[in-house]
Every structure is written in structure tokens, then in C-alpha cells.
């Protein structure tokens, strides 16, 4: 059957470190993969789309790789800061148009 | 830009009733609209996706009669929860996507049910 898994349902860093949150998935051959921030009760925020014919996406501080062979995204925030600490989806096309989601990664980042 | 909104963000209703939510696309027009429900610590997971002037297409174990989807414009789809449930309770969240091509989803602010 289809899966995302994203790592851990938590991951605590220390500001200015690097987040690193994992994407992975299986029975899926997506064109795409996206990756949105998700506060508490609140919609998700879209971050970064990638494609896969493409290896790596840089926007300010993110930085997303995809690997199709591993079939794994990472999802990285570089100096991180407390203002960062939020939930993070994956998510993947599943169909034309349609997106299936990851449950997510509450990233933590304490001062 | 890609500005989506929900309405109300928050409702609380008794068992039977009917609870109607809206969600707009506020500076672009949306062919298609997608609403989600998310219980908590669970992943958004899809329920129907509604193009403007046709009849919504409902992921399976969705029930089309309760969760009626009206999508009359391009810049508004409603949700009605019919005859409500407390296990109806979740997080309901709609996004629009731009254009027909266009891979973005832009979602709303989400609207918290509450059934008692």
C-alpha cells in the first residue's frame, strides 16, 4: 500500500543549528513533492515544490533534496531560530491535481 | 498574493444539525477547490475535490450526501456537514489551487467543528 513517513513526530534543535526533517515514501511515483509549515490551528503554509527531475530546491534558509531512487525528500532549515518551531508536511501528488500528506515533524527550536 | 479564506473559523452546533463553511479564493479565481479534515496529530486528509460548475469528486469512505460541496464561482466553495455528529468533530481546511497546470495548493485558515 501507498505510505509517506516523515521521521519522528518531533525533533528538537538548538537555534542556529540545521533541521534536518526526512521525508520518505513507498508504492508512489510522484511528479512532484512539496513541503508546507503547519502551525497549531492553523492552515499549512506552502514552503518549496520540487520536481523529480530535479535534485535539490534552495529558498532563503530551506533547502530540499529528492531523491527518486532512495525515494526520500530531506528538508533542511540552516540557522535555525525559534520562530521556526511549527509542524512540517510532506506532501506528494497522487493523482492529477490531488496531493496526499505526511503526518507531519513538530519541529522545536529552543533560544 | 493567492490569499484563501474560510469562514467561520470556528463553530460549535448540536447533534443533527446542519453547519454550512465557506472558503474563498480572495485575489485570484480557483478552477479547483480541494477541502481536507485533519484530526488532531493526524495528517490532512483529502475528502472531495470540487471544480466550479461541476459536481465534486469524493475520496472513498466519504459520504457525498453528508458533506454536500457547492462550488458556484470560481472564488467560492462551500462544505455542509448535514445532520452532524460528535464524531464529525475535526479541523476542516479548503485550498484553492491558481489555475489548471498549476501544482501549488494555497489553503485557508481552517475552521475547528465542534459537534456536542
Known amino acids: 500500500s501507498q505510505k509517506i513517513e516523515q521521521n519522528s513526530e518531533a525533533l528538537n534543535i538548538q537555534e542556529g543549528k540545521t533541521a534536518t526533517l526526512t521525508c520518505n515514501y513507498t508504492?508512489?511515483?510522484?511528479?512532484?513533492l512539496q513541503w508546507y509549515r503547519q502551525d497549531p490551528g492553523r492552515g499549512p503554509v506552502f514552503l518549496l515544490l520540487?520536481?523529480?527531475?530535479?535534485k535539490e530546491k534552495r529558498k532563503e534558509r530551506l533547502k530540499v533534496t529528492f531523491d527518486t531512487t532512495l525515494k526520500q525528500s530531506l528538508f533542511h532549515i540552516t540557522a535555525s531560530q525559534p520562530a521556526d518551531s511549527a509542524t512540517y508536511l510532506c506532501a506528494l501528488n497522487s493523482g492529477y491535481s490531488t496531493l496526499t500528506f505526511g503526518k507531519g515533524t513538530m519541529l522545536l527550536v529552543s533560544p | 498574493g493567492a490569499v484563501v479564506s474560510q469562514h467561520p473559523s470556528w463553530v460549535i452546533c448540536k447533534s443533527g444539525t446542519s453547519v454550512k463553511i465557506e472558503c474563498r479564493s480572495l485575489d485570484f479565481q480557483a478552477t479547483t477547490m480541494f477541502w481536507y479534515r485533519q484530526f488532531p496529530k493526524q495528517s490532512l486528509m483529502l475528502m472531495a475535490t470540487?471544480?466550479?460548475?461541476?459536481?465534486?469528486?469524493?475520496e472513498q469512505g466519504v459520504e457525498k450526501d453528508k458533506f454536500l460541496i457547492n462550488h458556484a464561482s470560481l472564488t467560492l466553495s462551500t462544505l455542509t456537514v448535514t445532520s452532524a455528529h460528535p464524531e464529525d468533530s475535526s479541523f476542516y481546511i479548503c485550498?484553492?489551487?491558481?489555475?489548471?497546470?498549476?501544482?501549488?495548493?494555497?489553503f485557508g485558515p481552517g475552521t475547528r467543528l465542534t459537534v456536542l
Open positions: 520540487i520536481r523529480e527531475n530535479e
Open positions: 485550498s484553492a489551487r491558481t489555475s489548471i497546470g498549476t501544482d501549488t495548493q494555497y
Open positions: 508504492n508512489y511515483s510522484p511528479a512532484y
Open positions: 470540487s471544480n466550479e460548475g461541476s459536481k465534486a469528486t469524493y
